[in-house]
């Protein structure tokens, strides 16, 4: 069944990095839309990045400029690289995957979730 693991969490101070990795398996991953999604207490979960089966990306607008979304190709691993964090960075990173392209999912949604990773900027 379709597995998906995230990693690399962890508390940075404010300006520094941090890459998240999501180990995927049980599926064709090259073939799936996969995303990272954040989720801060109170508030609503958010997309932060997104990459399609043809490597086309999106970004949330609160991340362009400082985060990079990327496919680990024979690794089946999907990373979030991080820089520049900021304090409101802070929240639970989830990594998604769906078989349907990324025009479908962005207003369908994601079939398939990771457990999270928490992700803890300080100022």
């Known amino acids: 069944q379709v597995q998906l693991a995230e990693s690399g969490g962890g508390s940075v101070q404010a300006g520094g990095s941090l890459r998240l990795s999501c180990a995927a398996s049980?599926?064709?991953?090259?073939?799936?839309?996969m995303a990272w999604f954040r989720q801060a207490p109170g508030k609503e979960r958010e997309g932060v990045a997104a990459v399609g089966d043809d490597g086309s990306t999106s970004y949330a607008d609160s991340v362009k400029g400082r985060f990079t979304v990327s496919r680990g190709g024979a690794k089946n691993t999907l990373y979030l690289q991080m820089n520049s964090l900021k304090p409101e960075d802070t929240a639970m990173y989830y990594c998604?995957?769906?078989?349907?392209?990324?025009?479908?999912?962005?207003?369908?949604?994601?079939?398939?979730w990771g457990q999270g990773t928490q992700v803890t900027v300080s100022s």
């Open positions: 998604a995957a769906d078989w349907r392209p990324l025009w479908v999912v962005e207003t369908r949604g994601y079939n398939y």
């Open positions: 049980g599926f064709t991953y090259s073939s799936y839309s």
